[in-house]
């Protein structure tokens, strides 16, 4: 494959630098984050008191008669089995995300822009509960010190962040969903032979974010982010581009040749619908 890209690029494998972070994606307000916050605390209630169900008729048959001692033992460790347990294991395995950052589209990333690991998830959960959420340290200053860390830091960082070296960002950015860039003339025949088979959702959904936001991204980061995408997208889509391609040229034509494509699926499947059921209303209201 042959790509002219600015000669300051450095060939990595993968999306990973700080830079895509701050440059590609929203970083994460104060308040989806106290949101999410809200939510994750909910989801950790009622886990909670599902686990102290569980263990309280697991405990019982074993060790009858046992006395309130025991019992309060045994809301200690389910207390901390959820206010530990719960974030690490959700931000660990789910990729920086728990309950409440799905649902308002935010994500834990590590300051160079890549997936956060076990350490990472331990370390800001600690700090959690020892200063910031519930604060055991400082119980009634620790949320108002966590919020005031936010509200300061450029990055909307909170302590355990700082400690984890952690960043927490939007995954759902605002650019337009419609939005697909025009096939360049000259790549279209080439592009109609295209294997596209490995271009996942996630990975199409990265191309067209940095398309459409290329010009609000400076240099060098622009080439740096521009020279990654397409080494990835060459390493599952073939056949190479003609000598000389531009890096951009190559991702718009690979992108809107996805597109053509998906949009020539979609109409062949409504014919067929409509040669079998030919008076079948639209799928949705408004549509055709």
């Given at each position: 494959?042959?790509?002219?890209m600015d ?6 494998d993968r999306l990973?630098?700080g830079?895509?972070?701050?440059l590609?994606?929203?970083v ?6 106290v ?6 605390a909910?989801a ?6 599902l686990l102290l169900?569980?263990a309280?008729l697991?405990?019982?048959p074993l060790v ?9 033992a ?6 901390v089995?959820?206010l530990v347990?719960?974030p690490v294991?959700?931000?660990t395995l789910?990729?920086g995300?728990t309950?409440?950052?799905l649902?308002l ?5 590590g300051d160079?822009?890549g997936?956060i690991?076990f350490?990472h998830?331990?370390?800001r959960?600690?700090v959690a509960v ?5 604060g ?6 620790a ?6 860390t936010?509200?300061?830091?450029p ?7 700082l400690a984890?070296g952690t960043i927490?960002i939007?995954?759902?950015?605002p650019?337009a969903w419609g939005?697909v860039?025009a ?6 025949s080439w ?6 088979t490995?271009l996942?959702?996630?990975l199409?959904?990265a191309l067209?974010h940095y ?7 400076h ?5 740096r982010?521009g ?6 997208v ?9 000598p000389g391609?531009p ?7 690979v992108?809107a040749e996805?597109?053509?494509r998906a949009?020539?699926?979609l109409?062949?499947n409504?014919a067929?619908t ?8 639209p ?6």
């Amino acid at each position: 494959m042959t790509i002219e890209m600015d000669r300051s690029e450095e060939p990595v494998d993968r999306l990973v630098s700080g830079e895509a972070v701050e440059l590609d994606v929203r970083v994460a307000g104060v308040g989806s984050r106290v949101l999410a916050r809200i939510l994750d605390a909910l989801a950790q209630g009622v886990l909670y008191l599902l686990l102290l169900v569980v263990a309280v008729l697991v405990v019982e048959p074993l060790v009858p008669g046992a006395d309130a001692a025991s019992t309060q033992a045994l809301t200690v460790v389910v207390a901390v089995v959820v206010l530990v347990g719960y974030p690490v294991t959700m931000e660990t395995l789910a990729g920086g995300r728990t309950i409440g950052k799905l649902a308002l589209g935010l994500r834990v990333v590590g300051d160079d822009g890549g997936p956060i690991r076990f350490r990472h998830a331990l370390t800001r959960c600690l700090v959690a509960v020892a200063v910031e959420w519930p604060g055991l340290v400082l119980p009634f200053l620790a949320p108002m010190i966590a919020l005031a860390t936010m509200l300061a830091h450029p990055r909307g960082k909170r302590i355990g962040d700082l400690a984890a070296g952690t960043i927490v960002i939007h995954e759902r950015a605002p650019a337009a969903w419609g939005w697909v860039p025009a096939m360049p003339p000259h790549l279209a025949s080439w592009a109609s032979l295209l294997d596209l088979t490995r271009l996942d959702d996630e990975l199409a959904l990265a191309l067209r974010h940095y398309l459409a936001r290329n010009r609000q991204i400076h240099e060098p980061a622009r080439s740096r982010i521009g020279y990654a995408l397409a080494v990835e997208v060459s390493a599952r889509v073939t056949p190479p581009p003609p000598p000389g391609v531009p890096g951009w040229a190559y991702l718009a034509a690979v992108l809107a040749e996805r597109h053509r494509r998906a949009t020539g699926r979609l109409a062949a499947n409504r014919a067929a619908t409509a040669s079998v059921w030919p008076d079948a209303p639209p799928a949705w209201p408004g549509t055709t």
